[in-house]
């Protein structure tokens, strides 16, 4: 990577989170939209899911396109680009309403969570407006 801000940043943050889920005693400080994402995938699609880092970057920075921080989503996108990471659904191999339908099943992975999904409860139509937002945000 080059970057040692950046590879600081980051260690912080792995240290931060695993504190987190010390305290806490489980997974949820660290396992949010972009994990009931990815086995929504993982569920719907079991012959075709692509790695779980692979699928939690996409969730992740969708997720944070869903919460309206579409520069954040953008610098999320560009640094899993940056180093040879997917963006898209169509990248790991899903279309654009696979992916969607696997957005509306993902809360029903991790009950007893409370993500972005959960909190807005989108219909399937206005997923499916949200990812191709997302898609054209990110350079789709």
Request: hydrophobic residues 40%; aromatic residues 6%; proline residues 5%.
């Amino acid at each position: 990577c080059g970057d040692d801000g950046f590879l600081t940043v980051l260690s912080e943050g792995l240290v931060l989170s695993g504190i987190a889920m010390s305290i806490a005693g489980h997974t949820r400080p660290s396992s949010g939209a972009c994990h009931e994402i990815s086995h929504a995938l993982d569920l719907l699609y079991p012959r075709r899911a692509a790695s779980h880092g692979e699928q939690v970057g996409i969730g992740a920075a969708f997720a944070t396109h869903l919460r309206g921080d579409e520069e954040g989503s953008r610098l999320m996108a560009d640094v899993l680009r940056r180093h040879g990471l997917p963006v898209l659904a169509g990248e790991i191999g899903f279309d654009d309403d696979e992916f969607a339908r696997a957005v509306e099943f993902a809360p029903q992975t991790r009950p007893g969570r409370y993500t972005i999904l959960e909190h807005l409860d989108l219909p399937p139509g206005r997923i499916r407006a949200a990812y191709a937002e997302y898609t054209a945000s990110v350079g789709g």
